[in-house]
Antibody
Framework: QLQLQESGPGLVKPSETLSLTCSVS??????????WGWIRQPPGKELEWIGT???????YYTPSLKSRVTISEDTSKNQFSLRLTSVTAADTAVYYC?????????????WGQGTMVPVSS | DIQLTQSPSFLSASVGDRVTITCRAS??????LAWYQQKPGRAPKLLIY???TLQSGVPSRFSGSRSGTEFTLTISSLQPDDFATYYC?????????FGGGTKVEIK
């Protein structure tokens, strides 16, 4: 059974780079059936899509974060990653990785448990 | 960019009530609209995709519909487990947008 698990530092300082990894178990990220995405949720606020990567390496980002975001994949480790540069307190959020199925219109049908990343000095 | 307007942002209802939540897209004719349920401290759970297709394992009291750029989530008879926050999510031209959420609380 496919499972997702986020990992990364528990705290990031302002102006630094936030880096998170999503480890995929029970299946391969190198599948044409799936897209892999990052979504975040600031405390008490709504969900925000950050970006998505396809097995070909093609990436799609939300316009408001595009200049600071990179999503990449490591098929040898069955992982995909998020880098967000020049962070501020506004980037404090729970970060989720998730899987979308191409046949389900990019709906995320499987989510990691999420990891809280505070941005603070 | 497409804007998603979800309403209401909050609703108070009783067990057994019929509940309707609406999500309106500012433009486009995409059918790719999904609904999620989120409980405190938990990841969202997919309920419906492509506007009206029920995700496997989701109770049939949940349903979705579309009329033009307006999408609706209906819970036919609210159950105690349904008190949560609901989000819509729209896909168009390889960009995704979430609605602002609807918190459903017990009256």
């Amino acid at each position: 059974q496919l499972q997702l698990q986020e990992s990364g530092p528990g705290l990031v300082k302002p102006s630094e780079t936030l880096s998170l990894t999503c480890s995929v178990s029970g299946g391969s990220i190198n599948s044409s059936s799936y897209y892999w995405g990052w979504i975040r949720q600031p405390p008490g606020k709504e969900l925000e899509w950050i970006g998505t990567i396809y097995y070909t390496g093609r990436t799609y980002y939300t316009p408001s974060l595009k200049s600071r975001v990179t999503i990449s994949e490591d098929t040898s480790k069955n992982q995909f990653s998020l880098r967000l540069t020049s962070v501020t307190a506004a980037d404090t959020a729970v970060y989720y990785c998730a899987k979308a199925v191409t046949s389900r219109g990019w709906a995320f049908d499987l989510w990691g448990q999420g990891t809280m990343v505070p941005v603070s000095s | 960019d497409i804007q998603l307007t979800q309403s209401p942002s909050f609703l108070s209802a009783s067990v057994g009530d019929r509940v309707t939540i609406t999500c309106r897209a500012s433009q486009g004719n995409s059918i790719y609209l999904a609904w999620y349920q989120q409980k405190p401290g938990r990841a969202p759970k997919l309920l419906i995709y492509t506007a009206s297709t029920l995700q496997s394992g989701v109770p049939s009291r949940f349903s979705g519909s579309r009329s033009g750029t307006e999408f609706t989530l209906t819970i036919s008879s609210l159950q105690p487990d349904d008190f949560a926050t609901y989000y819509c999510q729209h896909f168009n031209n390889y960009l995704l947008t979430f609605g602002g959420g609807t918190k459903v609380e017990i009256k």
